[in-house]
């Protein structure tokens, strides 16, 4: 973390998890636990038809409200898709986009990424862009070619001035839902990788500014390790983040000095 330069973003993940009901539950047992101080901005990521629920139960907590996916058109014949200005006007703030899960399931790429990446800027939103390798692409050695492709691709033609409402989160594939987590070092290499990366692109001082997430097994034993490295500055969470307790572990690992 390095928070005289950007923010520190903790964010959870539900992926296709919890109920609205649940999620009310969720929020209640959530305000009991969270800090007074708040160092980081705290995110709930939830699927789309929690978005409404999400909204009110966490309106007086600070917590912002994410979605896990959008679609890159405005409106139109596009069944059972969500634009996003229609998130915009729920209210949410963030909207996770090219997570692997969607990747590998359900056909994105690069270009779709980046296609969501404009829409979502577009009406507001802070996308939280996913990028990651395979264990595969790992041991053939091209984690890092695979990475700048992936970053180059989401970014293409973002401006700078929107580039600052982008958040990107280094996720390997590996590492997700497996109970493996990357080492702080391996993690830490790939995120100031990844900031070298927009400074190529933006220059210094947007590269500064931009915050990079890890994501992957992240849980209250090993946030704090990973959180201290310079170049991490936030989690993106699935497991852990379903339970306030762990959730609220990780957020005061962040809010550590
Ligand atoms: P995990 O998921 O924390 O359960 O590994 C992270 C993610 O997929 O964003």
Not at 5 to 26: D, H, L, P, Q, V
Not at 104 to 112: L, N
Not at 128 to 157: D, H, Y
Not at 224 to 246: H, R, S, T
């Amino acid at each position: 973390m390095n928070r005289r330069y950007r923010k520190t973003i903790i964010a959870g993940n539900w992926k296709m998890n919890k109920t609205a009901s649940e999620t009310k539950k969720f929020a209640e047992e959530l305000k009991t636990l969270l800090p007074k101080a708040k160092w980081c901005d705290v995110v709930v990521c939830v699927p789309a038809v929690n978005i409404p629920a999400a909204i009110k139960a966490f309106k007086d907590m600070r917590v912002s409200v994410g979605a896990e996916n959008v679609f890159y058109e405005k409106s139109g014949a596009y069944t059972g898709e969500v634009s996003a200005d229609m998130l915009k006007d729920l209210g949410v703030k963030y909207v996770i986009i090219g997570h692997s899960e969607r990747r590998q399931y359900f056909g994105e790429t690069d270009v779709t990424v980046n296609k969501k990446v404009h829409a979502a800027l577009e009406a507001g939103l802070h996308p939280i862009i996913c990028v990651g390798e395979s264990l595969e692409q790992r041991e053939l050695g091209i984690t890092m070619e695979l990475i700048a492709l992936q970053v180059k691709s989401a970014l293409a033609g973002v401006p700078a001035e929107k580039l600052r409402r982008c958040v990107i989160a280094y996720e390997p594939i590996w590492a997700i839902g497996t109970g493996k987590t990357a080492t702080a070092e391996q993690a830490a290499e790939v995120c100031t990788f990844i900031r070298t990366t927009v400074r190529h692109l933006y220059g210094a001082r947007i590269a500064r500014s931009i915050t990079i997430q890890y994501g992957g097994s992240m849980k209250p034993s090993n946030a704090a390790e990973l959180l201290a490295q310079p170049d991490i500055d936030g989690g993106l969470i699935g497991g852990a983040a379903l339970k306030p307790g762990e959730f609220v572990d990780i957020i005061n690992a962040a809010n550590q000095e």
